[in-house]
């Protein structure tokens, strides 16, 4: 498996500059579509399992956090605050407790729930710099978050369907696990009281029929959590996806909905995030392609490689008519050295006197095959039913 950092530079999809500083990576033009595809792709998913999406601010003030506990739990790993105009603001180092707010927005009922609220939000960690690495851990983040609020009685069920859609999307991005993690409390102060042992029992239910591990010590502050592993180039394990279960922020934003006895309830609060961080899915997701991405994903879909000047015309025409087909032309040098860079393309195609005649494209695909030579309409029809989203 390669180096993410080594090859993901070299494919021009990310970099750094010390004037911006570690851990704060920057995205290139083939990168960021990388990156956007798979937003999309998130994003329908989440549509489509009932989620509806919202955006909220990186920054929020300190008392904010004060209420949700992360100041008291969490604040070794948050940038310290701001002050200004005589408040302190605070760079988030979560989603959720902006969204227990917009969930407190108005009054709730219980015909409204479970109720599913996803994010992909910018939120900030303090790392240190020696754990700092290429796009696996860097210090801002772009999440793919969620929480669903729900009554008690829906929440294992909304747990397992969290579960079974990081299950569906890791299939469809070509993820495997390293395993499946129960991260639960241990030793020590750093955990709030509260409905432990239910939440366990629930997070260990919707892992029936799956292997994993119990861990100590590695729960939130608020709740235990299920951690999906990954593992990169170099063996080193880390979280990618992950569910919890909170009974603590609901209590102390003071969250409630009106059930059908009429009477006021407390939700329950299910944290969720299908590929984690688009900075560590994307890394994940170079060393697991080796840069050869899957056609919906590829920076670039189709290279034109004119044989002469002559045929630039035609390869600028068909450039035109791509449409939602991402294509490039590569014009410099042999040909045969044009095909061996463009090897991680999902498909190219040489254009030559008899394509340029006939008005045809011949395809070459990834895996060395070439295709009959079709109209030009037809082929891109082709490509562009090949690179459709899952």
Same mark, same amino acid.
């Given at each position: ?5 080594k ?21 290139l ?5 990388? $990156?956007?595809?798979? !937003?999309?792709y998130? *994003?329908?998913? @989440?549509?489509?399992?009932?989620? %509806?999406?919202?955006? /909220?601010? &990186? ?11 992360h ?16 408040e ?19 009054? $709730?009922?219980?015909? !409204?729930l479970?109720? *599913?609220?996803? @994010?992909?939000?910018?939120?900030y %960690?303090?790392?240190? /710099?020696? &754990? ?18 729900c ?29 499946? $993690? ?29 292997p ?11 709740g ?17 996806s ?16 009106v ?11 299910v ?31 189709l ?9 630039m ?78």
């Amino acid at each position: 498996m390669p180096d993410h950092r080594k090859l993901g530079r070299e494919l021009g999809l990310f970099d750094t500059d010390p004037l911006i500083g570690a851990g704060l990576p920057y995205w290139l033009p083939d990168g960021a579509i990388v $990156r956007h595809c798979l !937003e999309e792709y998130v *994003r329908d998913l @989440e549509r489509r399992a009932g989620y %509806r999406h919202v955006h /909220s601010p &990186v920054l929020a003030k300190r008392e904010l956090y004060e209420i949700s506990g992360h100041w008291a739990h969490y604040r070794d790993d948050m940038y310290p605050p701001m002050d200004v105009g005589g408040e302190q603001l605070v760079l988030r180092p979560s989603l959720c407790p902006h969204h227990a707010l917009i969930y407190r927005s108005r009054g $709730r009922s219980h015909r !409204e729930l479970p109720l *599913r609220i996803a @994010e992909l939000g910018g939120m900030y %960690r303090a790392e240190l /710099s020696g &754990v700092l690495g290429g796009l696996g851990r860097v210090r801002a983040i772009q999440l793919n978050d969620a929480h669903v609020f729900c009554t008690l009685d829906q929440v294992e069920a909304e747990a397992a369907a969290a579960l079974a859609l990081i299950r569906q999307a890791h299939d469809a991005l070509g993820i495997k696990a390293a395993r499946y $993690r129960l991260s639960l409390p241990g030793p020590g102060g750093k955990y709030v009281p509260g409905n432990w042992d239910e939440a366990v029992a629930i997070l260990r239910s919707a892992l029936d029929g799956l292997p994993y591990d119990e861990v100590e010590g590695e729960a939130a502050f608020y709740g235990p959590k299920i951690d999906v592993q990954i593992a990169d180039s170099a063996g080193r394990e880390s979280t990618l996806s992950t569910i919890q279960v909170d009974f603590h922020q609901p209590r102390q934003f003071g969250l409630e909905y009106v059930g059908a006895d009429g009477a006021k309830h407390r939700p329950v609060m299910v944290h969720r995030s299908i590929i984690g961080s688009i900075e560590r899915a994307v890394a994940q997701l170079i060393e697991i392609h080796g840069g050869a991405f899957p056609a919906w994903l590829a920076p670039v879909q189709l290279r034109l490689l004119p044989v002469s000047a002559a045929e630039m015309p035609y390869a600028r025409e068909i450039l035109d008519r791509c449409g939602a087909v991402r294509a490039e032309i590569a014009s410099e040098g042999s040909l045969g050295a044009r095909i061996r860079d463009g090897r991680l393309a999902p498909f190219q195609a040489v254009l030559g006197p008899r394509e340029v005649a006939a008005g045809q494209l011949s395809l070459r695909l990834r895996d060395g095959r070439r295709l009959d030579a079709q109209p030009v309409e037809d082929a891109l029809a082709w490509i562009a039913a090949e690179a459709r989203r899952p």
